[in-house]
Each structure stands twice: as structure tokens, then as C-alpha cells.
């Protein structure tokens, strides 16, 4: 299975939808950051599109523990992201479709830029690429971490 955490307006084709709004269309709800009714390592791939530069600093190891258990053994994480220098212009377009055209404002807006990688420690990245203003980088879990199932 494939999920994909935090889909927003547009889920990814191919994957299971989860967002945080627990709209009825969405296939999980995720609460705490935790995707509530989503069983320990049943995933192959979890694609998060966009969604990590909108959670606090201090959550982030919160987040990574959720993706930890969902993911199998050999599944892989594939985390999308701004890249640093695209910062600035991503807050700007964050504020103008969250603040003005959603009016949403349970989103949070981050003012600096917080890079996710120092965060992410029981996972190893595999691949690197460059998406428009995008940086897509796919993970697996390290050796150490992986629990026998």
C-alpha cells in the first residue's frame, strides 16, 4: 500500500489520501500527527508532499515516529520539500492561498526556514532530486532501526 501523508486539495494518483481536516473524502485523518486507523508497517511508500515546512520544529520528531511506523521493512519515504533558497517566495504564495483565497488559519506559516534533514535520524536517504523549486529526497529506514514483523 501507498499512502500519501497530508494531501491537501490534490492526493497523489496511486496512493491512499490522508490530511489533517478529516474532510469525508480523504481515505485516513490525521490527528497528532498520527494517521488514525492505519496499522503498524503497512505501507510500502509514504509520499509527503509539501507538508513538513508547515509543522512546528519542535513536532518534527513526532512526525518521524508516525512515519516510522507506518512504513514496512524496505518501504521508502519520499519526502518533497522547498528548497532554502525558494523559502521567502513559498511563504509568500503560503500566505496568499492560505491566509487570503482559504482563508485557512489553522496552517502554520513557518517565518524561517527550518531544514527537516537535521531532524530525520532513523532514516537514511537514498536518492536526491531537484522538482522545480523542490528538493525530492527518498528515504529508507536504517538497518538498526528496522523492527522484525
Not at 498520527?34 to 503497512?42: C, E, L, N, P, T
Not at 533558497?85 to 489553522?106: A, G, S
Amino acid at each position: 500500500m501507498k499512502l500519501d501523508y497530508g494531501s491537501g486539495s490534490q492526493p497523489k494518483k496511486g496512493f491512499l489520501s490522508s490530511d489533517f481536516c478529516g474532510m469525508p473524502h480523504y481515505d485516513f485523518y490525521i490527528q497528532d500527527y498520527k494517521v488514525i486507523g492505519a496499522k503498524d508497517h503497512s505501507f510500502d511508500v509514504i509520499h509527503c508532499r509539501n507538508v513538513i515546512h508547515h509543522i512546528p520544529k519542535s513536532d518534527l520528531s513526532k512526525l518521524f515516529a508516525e512515519f516510522k511506523r507506518l512504513l514496512k521493512h524496505n518501504g521508502q519515504l519520499i519526502i518533497s520539500e522547498p528548497r532554502k533558497e525558494f523559502h521567502k517566495q513559498n511563504l509568500i504564495l503560503d500566505v496568499i492561498w492560505y491566509r487570503f483565497l482559504t482563508n485557512n488559519r489553522d496552517i502554520m506559516l513557518p517565518r524561517e526556514y527550518v531544514d527537516y534533514k537535521e531532524h530525520i535520524h532513523d532514516f537514511e536517504m537514498i536518492q536526491v532530486e531537484n522538482e522545480f523549486n523542490n528538493e525530492v529526497i527518498t528515504y529508507k529506514m536504517k538497518q538498526s532501526m528496522k523492527k522484525v514483523v
